[in-house]
């Protein structure tokens, strides 16, 4: 198809450059496959589907004709994302990488050719200076270096890339920056790519055999199967397999998939080709792939390479399209195939074993070391009647009984060398993880790291479990056995030890990066215990079943990290994790009945505090409590009466006490409340005027009914509270000096100090409050204390508290009153009366305990 042809059925002009024809290639695609997806009949999507397959047509037509165009072979180390591609992490992104012939790199590498170029840099052919060997190096783009993104996408494939060491996978390695150059050196190849192959197998009209397509799938399995235990390819195609000269097969641009982001793929379709391998989770965007979607990329190459057809949109079974091909071989590429991951086989392993069975009769060994050949040839011959008989004899047994020709024992020597660089591997990968692990606790030691911890319990897992341990001895004299059966050509006997020892490093890298994965399983397992019991604590519950499997599991992963069972420790820890959470789940119904009760309580509690509240403020009718602050102070003094010596410092507590004495209004509240008489007012009047006429044991009943009503602690002073009140601060006989006016308090008249002789309450506040905000400290009426009566402070209470002991009949009166000289009402002056008695000059003062 001429070129003319593919710009008239794309509608593009003759000056359309080949990115724009990708584009145009892609958009068409993209309509298509998504009308194809919506068609309402199978006549309509056949439709669909038959222009998708004319576009398939333009695109190979395409192919061919810039091959022709270039009919010199490739040699070089081939990047997806290089030759095929036009695409940019950026629009405008566009600058190429432009080195010399000549040209030194890193003091290093000095480029010798440019083999490739495409969106995100080159790849050149150098000669490494320091080796003397030639090499390849893949160079990002200097202008995508301002881009964080490409630049740790291209990071990231250099790090998955450097981790692989496998035969059939393209080394990569190192990474490097010189200026504005970064750089990835690589492994040289010669050869060409399967892509180039299958056209000029294409061209040449040579139909891929199911040997040679088994051949060619047998590398790459294997080559996977590795792979897949540290990362997904993601990106598989003829394009990214490369076919040596000297007829190896390797798989390149591990990581590549990952530097590729969603937005370059649709750009200028960097993956127009990789389209039709991606399976279709992968084309959904699903971030978390694992290798059955490489699986499905294999398939779809077997199937190519043997129809000659890619399988898009309705796939008919591969055996009606090729002739003799097994039913079965068909249907295991069609199960890879399945849009499902969970229809494909479990992973690449078991998809090799079903395409390519190994197998068949096995004779028991033979003692060919030290009886020779001839010996060794006896024996086998002397044998076939017992082997016969067994039903083990066939011709095939016969056979491995013969000496081996030199091929086998290259191809022998080939097999056990592969293992052998395979525990090579492991073994590095060991020492690496161990000196990296070192390395890391230092530096958390040094910054004081919150990973010390975790860090330091990884290391000492691991030294006690693995590197202390008998099992790392028994590698290695295993592998110096096995060595030794090598060079004495002893295979058969080498072989199982050699996968016995890559089992067994294997397992202790395994065991390893678990033990890393210890400290955090155990300090989980111990959050969801600890979470587990405030819960039990909280709601006084029983245990349910799962908290026995819970603990059972844990005991379990103490004794197994003990004795350095990692795998199964974690596992255990994270069985025992999860049986936690079933305890909680199990009683979650029970724990919301509780809390239902609870917040129904708690809701009661705060109506019946909010009436008692109101209750409160109806019953004080204005006397409100005062908070008075802790503190000491001096109590009593030395220079007065006996009474109130000796002085002395007393602690108190903060507490409330009402502002004003209790008042007719509010004492004959409580009285119809309780049906107590009510006092005699002496024709004075009642409402705001303080009661009189209370007994103490009136005024402590009034106390307890007024606790009961409104929720709230209330009951009469101590001495040392009510003098704290009094003083108010203050040192002097009253809380505003050592002098009284008849503008100051109520009090009775006395020389010098004529009152308007009023033998009579006032009502509260009728006088200025002190320092504390407490009215009528001073005069008025007395007001009675809880403590009883004694004669001088020798022994009492230093706390604030009542003094309880003593002349209990007679209870503390403190303040004067109307009836009373001005001396009387000091702050430190002290008098008592009987429980009983009732005085038109005696009150109340409540305090409220904080």
Not at 340 to 367: C, N, Y
Request: with cysteine.
């Amino acid at each position: 198809m001429l070129r003319e042809e593919v710009l008239e059925k794309l509608g593009l002009d003759s000056g359309a450059s080949a990115e724009v024809i990708q584009a145009a290639i892609t958009g068409k695609r993209e309509s298509l496959s998504e009308a194809a997806g919506k068609a309402p009949t199978d006549a309509l999507k056949e439709k669909y589907e038959a222009q998708l397959q004319q576009l398939e047509d333009i695109e190979r037509a395409l192919r061919a004709a810039s091959a022709a165009a270039s009919p010199s072979p490739l040699s070089q180390t081939k990047l997806a994302d290089l030759p095929q591609s036009a695409t940019q992490f950026e629009a405008g992104t566009t600058a190429a990488v432009n080195l010399q012939v000549g040209q030194l790199l890193a003091g290093r590498y000095e480029v010798r050719q440019q083999i490739g170029a495409g969106g995100m840099g080159a790849v050149y052919r150098a000669l490494d200076k320091t080796t003397g060997k030639e090499i390849a190096l893949k160079v990002l783009l200097p202008a995508l270096l301002q881009n964080e993104n490409a630049r740790e996408r291209f990071l990231d494939e250099a790090r998955i890339s450097q981790q692989l060491s496998h035969p059939n996978i393209v080394n990569v390695y190192d990474v490097q920056q010189d200026g504005d150059f970064f750089f990835l050196t690589m492994e040289l190849l010669q050869g060409q790519d399967l892509r180039q192959v299958m056209e000029n197998r294409r061209l040449a009209r040579q139909q891929f055999s199911l040997q040679e397509v088994q051949d060619i799938l047998k590398p790459l399995c294997e080559a996977l199967a590795y792979a897949h235990e540290y990362t997904v390819h993601r990106d598989l195609k003829p394009e990214n397999i490369w076919l040596s000269d000297d007829g190896k097969i390797k798989i390149m641009d591990f990581g590549i998939a990952r530097v590729q982001s969603t937005s370059q793929r649709t750009q200028t379709g960097a993956a127009m080709g990789t389209a039709y391998y991606m399976a279709p989770e992968q084309l959904r965007g699903v971030k978390e792939l694992d290798g059955r979607a490489d699986q499905y990329a294999l398939a779809v190459m077997a199937y190519e390479l043997l129809s000659g057809e890619v399988p898009a949109g309705r796939i008919e079974p591969l055996h009606t399209l090729v002739k003799g091909l097994p039913r079965k071989w068909s249907a295991h590429i069609d199960r890879a195939l399945s849009a499902k991951p969970e229809a494909r086989f479990a992973d690449i392993a078991a998809f090799q074993q079903a395409l390519m069975p190994t197998g068949g009769p096995v004779l028991p060994a033979l003692p060919w070391k030290g009886i020779g050949i001839a010996a060794g040839v006896l024996v086998a011959l002397l044998g076939i009647g017992s082997l016969a008989a067994s039903g083990s004899f066939n011709l095939e047994g016969l056979k491995n009984l013969l000496p081996m020709s030199k091929e086998e024992i290259a191809a022998h020597k080939a097999s056990l060398a592969k293992i052998q660089g395979e525990i090579k591997v492991l073994r590095q990968r060991l020492d690496t993880s161990r000196r990296s692990l070192d390395s890391d606790v230092r530096a958390a030691e040094r910054n004081n790291s919150d990973e010390l911890a975790a860090l330091l319990s990884w290391q000492q897992l691991s030294e006690d479990g693995i590197f202390a341990g008998s099992q790392l001895t028994t590698l290695e004299g295993d592998l110096s056995m096995a060595e030794t059966l090598l060079r004495e050509n002893a295979f058969e006997q080498a072989q199982p030890v050699f996968e016995r020892v890559r089992k067994g490093y294997a397992e202790l890298l395994q065991t390893f990066d678990t033990a890393g994965e210890l400290h955090e399983a155990e300090q989980s397992f111990d959050r969801a215990q600890s979470a587990w019991e405030k819960l039990t604590e909280d709601y006084g519950l029983a245990n349910p079943a799962p908290v026995a499997a819970a603990l059972e599991a844990g005991n379990q992963a103490q004794l197994q990290q003990r004795q350095g069972a990692f795998p199964a420790a974690l596992a255990n820890w994270q069985e025992g994790t999860e049986q936690w959470r079933a305890a909680r789940a199990s009683v979650a119904g029970e724990v919301a009945r509780i809390d239902s009760e609870r917040q129904a309580q708690i809701a009661a509690a705060a109506a019946t505090r909010k009436r008692q509240a109101a209750k409160l403020k109806q019953l004080l009718t204005g006397n409100e409590m005062i908070p008075i602050p802790g503190g000491s102070f001096v109590m009593g003094d030395d220079d007065s009466i006996a009474e109130e010596k000796p002085a002395h410092r007393v602690a108190i507590k903060s507490f409330a006490m009402s502002r004003y004495e209790v008042t007719f209004a509010q004492y004959d509240a409580f009285a119809a409340a309780t049906g107590r008489p009510k006092p005699d007012d002496e024709g004075w009047g009642r409402g705001n005027r303080p009661v009189i006429n209370v007994s103490w044991g009136d005024a402590t009943a009034y106390a307890q009914w007024l606790s009961k009503e409104t929720g709230k602690r209330f009951r009469l002073p101590s001495e040392a509270e009510w003098e704290y009140a009094a003083r108010a601060g203050s040192s002097s006989n009253y809380s505003w000096g050592d002098k009284v006016y008849c503008s100051q308090a109520r009090f009775s008249g006395s020389p010098g100090y004529d009152c308007g002789n009023e033998d009579q309450t006032v009502p509260v506040g009728s006088f200025a409050a002190n320092d504390f905000g407490l009215h009528d400290m001073h005069g008025n009426v007395y007001e009675w204390a809880q403590d009883c009566k004694n004669e001088s402070y020798i022994g009492a209470p230093v706390n604030g508290a009542a003094w309880t002991s003593g002349d209990c009949t007679k209870r503390a009166l403190r303040g004067g009153s109307w009836a009373k000289a001005s001396w009387l009402m000091n702050s430190e002056f002290r008098d008592w009366g009987p429980v009983s008695l009732r005085d038109n000059d005696v009150g109340i003062r409540l305090v409220l305990e904080l």
